[in-house]
């Protein structure tokens, strides 16, 4: 059976990319373009980890965090951050806000694999 990751991003390109090397990796991977439509998809698809841009319109990427945490059938979630930021402290931030990995973009394919596996 195979394992369905959810891939939040709204930049077409980065989302595409992700979708791309997971599918040649063997997982199903959902989209989202937004933070709404990210909760929305994990809801509906209840998969088994989630790739989020921080940075997206309407509701961040630790909105969608929140969002998660507090549904309990999404509560445990393992949910990874995907981020242009890449300045000291982003990634101590990121997880200590509750990020349980953090990958920066643009996706080093290797890395991006690295950490799916971690958690998959």
């Not at 989202?32 to 998809?41: I, M, N």
């Not at 965090?65 to 890449?86: C, N």
């Not at 300045?87 to 973009?105: N, V």
Request: net charge negative.
């Amino acid at each position: 059976m195979s394992q369905t990751i959810l891939v939040a991003d709204d930049n077409t390109a980065s989302r595409e990319l992700i979708r791309e090397v997971l599918e040649m990796t063997g997982y199903d991977v959902v989209e989202a373009v937004d933070g709404h439509a990210a909760v929305s998809a994990a809801r509906a698809n209840a998969p088994d980890l989630v790739l989020v841009d921080i940075q997206m319109p309407r509701l961040d990427g630790y909105g969608v965090l929140r969002e998660l945490r507090a549904d309990p059938r999404l509560s445990g979630l393992h949910v990874v951050a995907l981020t242009a930021y890449a300045m000291q402290g982003d990634r101590d931030r990121a997880l200590d806000a509750g990020f349980d990995g953090y990958i920066t973009k643009p996706v080093d394919i290797a890395a991006l694999r690295q950490e799916v596996k971690r958690f998959l």
